[in-house]
C-alpha cells in the first residue's frame, strides 16, 4: 500500500511539474506602442488580434502592448529594446530620423504608395525589412531583430479650401512636421507651416493654415477638424505613416523558428486586417459627409496623383543623398515600386549614386 501511495505521489509530482512547465513556456512579450489607448487601432489589436497570439504559436507566446510612453518617451524606443527594458516596440520609424534620414525614408515615403497593403508588401517581400534592419543595426548593434514593418492607415488631408489639383497647392499654407513632408508640399508649390498637432485645429479656425496633414478620415472626424475644415481630401494623397515591430535580438533568438516564423505572419496578418477596418470607418464618414450640403470631399484623379508622386520623388531623392543607409532605403523603395507600376518605367532620377542597374 505504501509502495502503491509513493508511486502514486510521484505520478502526481510530475504531472504538476510538466504543467508548470508548460505555464512557463508562454512567453510574454511586453512591447510600447506609438498608440494612445483610446486610439481606435491600438483598441483594435487589443481586441482582435493580440489573443491571437497565442493561438498561432500554439501556446509559446503572448503579447502585452502598451500605449506610448508606458515605459520609455516615444523615441527612445530602439535603444530600450537595445538594453533588454522592453521586449520590443511598434513603432513610427519616423521619430527616429534625426539618427539617419532613412528612417524617415522607411518610416512614410510621402505621396509614394495608393493603398497600406502595397508597403506591407514592399516591407515582406520587397526589401522593406532589411532596409530597416540596416537602420536599426547601426544604432545598436545587431541587437534588435525587425519583425515585420508597414502602415495600417492612408491618410486624409484637411482642407478648409478646395484642393482639387496640384495646381490647387500653390500658396496654400499647410500644416506640415518638418522633414519628408513639408519637403514635398514645398516642391509643389504650397507654404509649410510646422505647428504641433495640438494646435491644428484653432489654427485652421483662424486661418492660420488653409490645410493640415493630420490623420486617418475617421480621426480628424473624431477631433472635429471636418467641423471648421469643409474640402477633405479622400483617399489622401500624401502620408501612410509605417510602424515598426521588433524585438530584443535575445529574446527573439529564444523562440523557436516556427514562432518566429508564426510572430512575423501574426505582424502582416494583424495590421492587413487593421488597414481594412480602418478603410471601413473612413468610407461610412465620407459616404455620411457626401450627403451633407455643407461639406464637399475632394477625390484627386489618378493622373493628379502620379503627378504628385513624381514632385514627391525629388524629396526623396534629396532624403536619400544624405546617407548610405538613406539611399539603400530609397533604392529598395524605387525598386518595389518600379515593378509594381507605382512609377513609370525608366524614369529619370537625379540621385547620382542610384545604380545602373534600378534605372533599367
Known amino acids: 500500500m505504501k509502495i502503491r501511495t509513493l508511486t502514486h505521489s510521484i505520478t502526481l509530482a510530475s504531472a504538476t511539474l510538466a504543467f508548470a512547465g508548460a505555464v512557463q513556456a508562454a512567453e510574454e512579450l511586453k512591447v ?48 530600450a529594446v537595445a538594453m533588454g527594458l522592453l521586449d520590443g516596440d511598434m513603432t513610427a520609424p519616423a521619430y527616429f530620423t534625426g539618427k539617419d534620414p532613412a528612417f524617415a525614408l522607411m518610416g512614410d515615403l510621402i505621396a509614394g ?80 507651416v510646422n505647428i504641433p498637432f495640438s494646435e491644428v485645429y484653432t489654427s485652421l479656425q483662424q486661418g492660420v493654415v488653409d490645410a493640415a496633414d493630420a490623420s486617418a478620415y475617421v480621426n480628424n472626424d473624431a477631433s472635429g477638424l471636418h467641423d471648421i475644415a469643409k474640402y477633405p481630401i479622400y483617399p489622401g494623397i500624401h502620408s501612410m505613416s509605417s510602424q515598426q515591430f521588433t524585438l530584443n535580438q535575445q529574446t527573439w533568438e529564444s523562440l523557436s523558428e516556427e514562432d518566429q516564423e508564426a510572430l512575423s505572419q501574426w505582424f502582416y496578418d494583424a495590421f492587413s486586417d487593421l488597414a481594412i477596418a480602418v478603410q471601413e470607418q473612413d468610407e461610412k464618414l465620407v459616404a455620411r459627409d457626401k450627403q451633407k450640403d455643407d461639406m464637399t470631399v475632394i ?39 518600379r515593378e509594381a507600376g507605382l512609377l513609370k518605367d525608366g524614369a529619370e532620377t537625379d540621385t547620382a549614386t542610384i545604380s545602373q542597374d534600378q534605372q533599367d
Not at 487601432?41 to 503579447?63: C, F, H, R, S
Not at 513624381?310 to 546617407?323: D, N, V
Open 32 to 79: 510600447q506602442t506609438s498608440f494612445n489607448s483610446g486610439d481606435f487601432a491600438y483598441q483594435y489589436l487589443q481586441e482582435n488580434w493580440a489573443p491571437k497570439l497565442e493561438e498561432m504559436t500554439g501556446g509559446d507566446v503572448t503579447i502585452n502592448l502598451m500605449p506610448i510612453g508606458s515605459v520609455v518617451p516615444y523615441k527612445e524606443t530602439i535603444e
Open 113 to 192: 504608395y495608393d493603398k497600406p497593403s502595397q508597403f506591407l508588401d514592399f516591407c515582406q517581400n520587397g526589401g522593406g525589412e532589411e532596409a530597416l534592419q540596416n537602420a536599426i543595426d547601426a544604432q545598436v548593434d545587431d541587437k534588435v531583430q525587425v519583425v515585420g514593418c508597414g502602415p495600417y492607415k492612408r491618410e486624409a488631408l484637411v482642407a478648409a479650401v478646395p484642393i482639387r489639383s496640384v495646381e490647387d497647392l500653390q500658396g496654400v499654407k499647410i500644416r506640415s512636421p518638418e522633414g519628408l513632408a513639408a519637403a514635398v508640399f514645398e516642391r509643389a508649390g504650397a507654404t509649410p
Open 299 to 337: 477625390d484627386w484623379p489618378q493622373e493628379e496623383r502620379d503627378q504628385f508622386r513624381e514632385i514627391a520623388q525629388g524629396a526623396w531623392e534629396e532624403f536619400g543623398e544624405r546617407s548610405e543607409l538613406a539611399q539603400q532605403a530609397l533604392q529598395a523603395h524605387l525598386e518595389y515600386m
